[in-house]
């Protein structure tokens, strides 16, 4: 990443889950107050606010000003606060702004808050509000939901490799294992591949257990200029838009802003210690592996049977238990990705600690457009002392 270098020194979240007693407005300030309490700094030391939502003017009847309306109570006026919407990914779109202010050398300190609140006692509500993160002008009215298209991409992929339900359950069955220690997790008990292999069955080969379920939370991030607390570096930020794919062996969105990355950070990613990525439906984290490049095309199967990706393994994978396990409100789950790499790398992680840990990515994507995610976007954090 060009420019002067981007630092978190702070991290702060609301628990994700269901909290219909709370506000929106109160899971921001929430995260917000959190992470400049984390960073032990104060609301004058923030120069702009990046604050990331998708779905509350059509989920909670705020349009425009959210970001305003979110900081405003705590005491946060007069700067610059820009409102960021990108589908599931607009957290680390906010993400990626604030890194980009900081490095051209407008800021040295910045928050990032990402809010979602999703349960608003109407299921099919907030369902049609998801529905419209694709193009509605050639998805609509065809009744078909994310998880269908997901269900779609994975039986592509088991074309491919050498999978089948046992390993679809135990990558649901690892997630869950590793949210019980996080705070943060809307889902804190373990399952059974039994558990998982029982419920029901939502669009083959994805079951209800696989699935990410509706949630409230927020997560927030202080980003600056200069190394504080544990000395975590931005090394690199990327994004991708869907491709044009015209041909078999086009690359993948998730895979052009990840070579991206690579680049910036000049790794690859043999060299990455812990990664976090969108496994909205808990099989899709199974064709991010390849998509990465975390193993060959090929090997996926292989990659599950050694148990790489849990903690313990050579590359554990949402450790932090993953969209499924810790939850996805929408505009959160980027920055929350980040936060859980930081802890990993400041050693603050608990009993999920990775031990050693240096480098890690995140993954974040978000909407549907053709044959990929609209948006594709990656995060390497690297820890410097």
């Known amino acids: 990443m060009k420019g002067h270098d981007v630092f978190i020194n702070g991290v702060g979240y609301h628990p994700f889950g269901r909290f219909p007693e709370k506000t929106l407005k ?15 700094i104060q609301v004058k030391d923030v120069q702009a606010a990046f604050c990331a ?5 059509l989920l909670n009847g705020q349009e425009s000003i959210r970001g305003e309306t979110w900081l405003r109570g705590i005491g946060l006026g007069g700067v610059p606060i820009m409102n960021v919407e990108n589908a599931c990914a607009s957290g680390s779109t906010a993400v990626h702004m604030a890194c980009m202010a900081i490095a051209s050398g407008n800021y040295d300190t910045v928050l990032v808050v990402g809010a979602e609140k999703m349960f608003v006692g109407d299921t ?6 998801l529905a419209n993160s694709a193009d509605t002008e050639v998805m609509s009215n065809i009744g078909l ?3 269908a298209l997901d269900a779609i991409r994975v039986r592509e992929m088991m074309a491919e490799e050498t999978l089948g339900d046992d390993d679809f359950a135990w990558v649901t069955v690892k997630n869950h294992d590793h949210a019980v220690s996080n705070p943060i997790a809307q889902y ?14 939502i669009a083959d080969p994805i079951r209800l257990l696989m699935c990410s379920a509706i949630s409230d939370g927020a997560a927030a991030l ?13 090394r690199a930020s990327a994004m991708a838009s869907s491709p044009w794919r015209l ?8 895979t052009l802003a990840a070579n991206k990355a690579y680049e910036q950070a000049s790794i690859g990613p043999q060299d990455l210690h812990l990664v976090e990525v969108h496994d909205a439906v808990s099989p899709a984290e199974l064709m991010h592996y390849r998509e990465l490049g975390l193993c060959a095309h090929g090997d996926v199967g292989k990659f599950v049977a050694e148990k790489a990706s849990a903690i313990g393994g050579r590359l554990p994978v949402n450790t932090s238990g993953g969209l499924n396990s810790r939850g996805h409100p929408v505009g959160a789950t980027g ?51």
């Open 53 to 57: 939502n998708a779905y509350a003017g």
């Open 124 to 129: 099919g509500r907030t369902l049609a509000a």
């Open 26 to 40: 109160t899971l921001a300030a929430t995260a917000a107050l959190a992470a400049l309490d984390d960073a032990q």
């Open 222 to 234: 202080v980003l600056s200029r200069k190394p504080t607390r544990g000395g975590i570096r931005v």
């Open 247 to 254: 041909t078999p062996d086009s690359t993948p969105g998730p």
């Open 188 to 201: 804190r008990k373990p399952l059974t591949i039994e558990q998982v292999q029982t419920s029901r069955m």
């Open 145 to 147: 939901q994310f998880s």
């Open 335 to 385: 920055v929350a990705q980040l936060i859980e790499l930081t802890l990993q790398l400041r050693g603050d992680a608990g009993p999920r600690q990775v031990q050693g840990a240096r480098i890690a990515m995140a993954h974040n994507s978000g909407g549907w457009i053709d044959q990929d995610p609209a948006v594709s976007s990656i995060h390497i954090l690297e820890k410097i002392n």
